[in-house]
Every structure is written in structure tokens, then in C-alpha cells.
């Protein structure tokens, strides 16, 4: 991950998202959905990635912010 990129993963039975190098989750939340929305307003105010972890932690998706600034260039 590039510094400042946005995690959104499972901790002790709720889903948290930290900023990389903060060793505290930045906020908590009862549903992945809820953490993935407040990743991914943390990630566009930013201007980095977000990624997101399945239950088990492997990366489940990837998204850039702003989307001009994607390295891969496919659409979708």
C-alpha cells in the first residue's frame, strides 16, 4: 500500500478502517458496509486507495481516489 492508503478489515468480531502506519482502527462499526463507507470517504478526502479484506483478511476489492489517478487502465 502506498503511505496513508485506507484498510478496511474484521477485527474481534467488528469491522474496523485505520489509515496505513496507524496501529488503532480510526473508526468501528457493527457491518462491513458501514465500514466500507466511511473507508471510502476517508480514502477520497485523501486521494489514495482503499482497500478492503474479506473476513478471512485476504484483499476482496481495491478502489483509487480519485479515480483519474488508477494505475491500471480498465474500466469498472
Known sequence: MVKGDIDTYQEDSQWKTRAEG???ASSTHDTKDEAQAR???MAADRGVEHVIK???GTIGEKN???RSCDPRDIEG
Do not use: A, L
Open 22 to 24: 496507524n496501529q488503532q
Open 39 to 41: 473507508g471510502r470517504e
Open 54 to 56: 474479506k473476513q478471512d
Open 64 to 66: 483509487t481516489y480519485p
